[in-house]
């Protein structure tokens, strides 16, 4: 069974740039989650989806952030414009509820510049 | 508010002899528990959980966890350490399917296993 795909791995980018980050969830997981993790710390949640409907989105920037899981699969965290504050792994997650075990993707290395 | 604390910021450990990696925690109702482990430029893996039922709970790699509910503890332990043990390790708690946290996970700060030969 293959896990949660994430990419691109490693982006780095200029401050005020835009942007984007994409997720693939395990089959049949209806749950995801995206993450942020500063360096030394644990993961932050940033949104929960239901399917495609974002049930908890009380920890995102909404002046910067957006993310959006179309058709309840695949989802994408997008950041415009990115900030210095803003350099950080972000970790997608998938779970087939929301009471159950999450199961995380590799995560996208950003760096702003 | 639920919270997660991991008092320490490393551990070390030889090879073969025991380890613990503590863990403590705060929530309102009752607590969902998750330890996860993390290896360099991976993801988290999932190692264990408690959600209810014998408070010795057995995972992945030979691990396990004793849930202390007097001592809202959470501690993740191996009889006997390998090298390749050497990873950095995380607590989660979660609040339970009545809180109004359901499904937002919370985790502590991590603790960095190192196991020498």
């Known amino acids: 069974e293959a896990g949660v795909v994430q990419s691109p791995r490693y982006k780095i980018i200029e401050k005020k740039q835009p942007v984007a980050f994409w997720c693939n969830p395990i089959?049949?997981?209806?749950?995801l989650y995206w993450y942020r993790q500063n360096l030394g710390q644990g993961p932050e949640l940033l949104i929960r989806y239901e399917n495609e409907e974002a049930v908890d989105d009380s920890q995102l920037p909404k002046d910067r952030f957006s993310a959006e899981r179309l058709k309840g699969v695949d989802s994408t965290l997008k950041i415009q414009p990115a900030e210095l504050g803003d350099s950080a792994v972000y970790l997608c997650a998938s779970s087939p509820g929301p009471l159950r075990e999450q199961y995380f993707g590799p995560g996208t290395r950003l760096t702003v510049t | 508010a639920q919270s997660v604390a991991q008092p320490e910021d490393q551990v070390n450990v030889a090879e073969g002899n025991p380890l613990t990696v503590k863990c403590t925690y705060s929530?309102?109702?009752?607590?969902?528990l998750f330890w996860y482990v993390q290896y360099p430029n991976r993801g988290l893996q999932f190692l264990l959980k408690?959600?209810?039922?014998?408070?010795l709970v057995k995972g992945s790699y030979g691990f396990e966890a004793e849930f202390n509910k007097s001592q809202t503890s959470f501690h993740l332990k191996k009889p006997s350490a390998l090298v390749s043990d050497s990873a950095l390790y995380f607590c989660?708690?979660?609040?339970?399917?009545?809180?109004?946290?359901?499904?937002?996970?919370?985790f502590g700060q991590g603790t960095t296993l190192q196991v020498k030969p």
């Open positions: 989660a708690v979660r609040g339970g399917a009545s809180s109004s946290n359901t499904g937002k996970l919370i």
């Open positions: 929530v309102s109702g009752n607590p969902y």
């Open positions: 089959s049949g997981h209806n749950t």
């Open positions: 408690y959600i209810t039922g014998d408070n």
